[in-house]
């Protein structure tokens, strides 16, 4: 492995500015989606029983908190990778690798702890 950036095992600056872009696409849909679920919840509320400030959520965009540090693994051995992400609604984080979407298994581990994320990787090889 040679290094991380933002939730991505890369190889070039050019796969850190695709995961960038979807990202916050993935952000915006999520802020549209709760905006339609409000939209849904509030339907026939008196808009004057609302006062402005009363509700408490509000929306931000994600802010890495922790970035991903570069790591080196020896073949075997288990690579582990954690990052912390702040956002209301809580972003939904995507490891991946050279485009490929990182999906928990055997070896592949993925946990969530509030707003920490951590990627475990059992058994590294060298295509990892």
Known sequence: ID?????????DDENSI????????S??????EEKEKDKIENEGVDDAAIKEGEDDRLLSEPR???????TK??????????TQ???????????SKDGSVLQQGNRI????????YSLEIADVSDGD
Not at 18 to 25: A, I, L, P, W, Y
Not at 27 to 32: C, D, F, L, P
Not at 73 to 82: F, I, P
């Open 3 to 11: 290094g991380s950036r933002q939730g991505k095992i890369v190889d």
């Open 18 to 25: 695709e995961e960038t872009v979807e990202h916050r696409v």
């Open 27 to 32: 952000w915006i849909k999520k802020v549209e």
């Open 64 to 70: 890495i908190v922790q970035k991903l540090q570069d």
């Open 73 to 82: 693994v020896e073949s075997g051995k288990t690579l582990k990778l954690r």
């Open 85 to 95: 992400v702040q956002a209301t609604p809580r972003p939904d984080v995507v490891w």
């Open 109 to 116: 581990t993925l946990v969530i702890e509030d707003d920490i």
